[in-house]
């Protein structure tokens, strides 16, 4: 079937399942999503792999004065990564990027610890690490996302998005083991235009989905020590 727009994050997420299937009940995998708007997309793809969820918390850095223009982004682990050609062509100071940056760190750690609510981190060193969001525009929150888990010793890097322009898809492949996308258009719009439903995601949200993850996460693992114990008895 041939999807030309999708009816929400939910049903995106299980459309970008389908083209994940080679890594579905893998010990070695791990699904994470990028708050907020990526963690309903990728708590449908992580529960349709029978894999485990999480989180890697990235921010903008945006332009004063023009916020949605991505100066940079930061990332968990100390992550920062600059548009380059961006600070050079608007003259930014590093006095300005310390700034923003300064401010996006504390927004950063607040939703690492509100997501995760006391739960670690998903161990990520020796995994296939699908990384998620709900969409590709830029790319900038994408490749601080990148960087930061290209530090942790993974075995592989697959980027999975719904929707990803053409220019930005071909950019990225790369940069990764593999980039999924379902939809690659020329032209691109705006990621919205690729939703019927596109609602901002609450922190509310996130906090449900992925504590109905980390809960479906240990009922699995208890039933793996049970047939395991079960095995060794008989």
Known sequence: MRIVQFENRQQAGKVLATRLKAYANRPDVVVLALPRGGVPVA???????????????????????????????????????????????????????????????????????????????????????????????????????ITALKKQEIISLVVAVPIAPYDTFHRFQPLVDQMVSVITPGAFFALGYWYREFSQTSDEEVCWLLEQAARRELARRHTERVLTFGQAES
Do not use: F, H, W
Not at 84 to 94: K, R
Not at 123 to 145: F, H, N, P, S
């Open 43 to 145: 708590y449908q793809v992580a529960m349709a792999l029978n894999v485990p969820l999480d989180i890697i918390v990235v921010r903008k850095l945006g332009l004063p004065g023009q916020e949605e223009l991505a100066m940079g982004a930061i990332a968990s682990g100390g992550v920062c990564v600059l548009n380059q050609e961006l600070v050079a062509d608007l003259y930014i100071s590093d006095q300005t990027i310390e700034r923003v940056a300064r401010v996006e760190e504390i927004e950063l750690k607040r939703r690492e610890q509100r997501y995760r609510a006391g739960r670690p981190p998903l161990e990520v060193k020796g995994k296939i690490v699908i990384l998620v969001d709900d969409g590709l525009a830029t790319g900038t929150t994408m490749l601080a996302a």
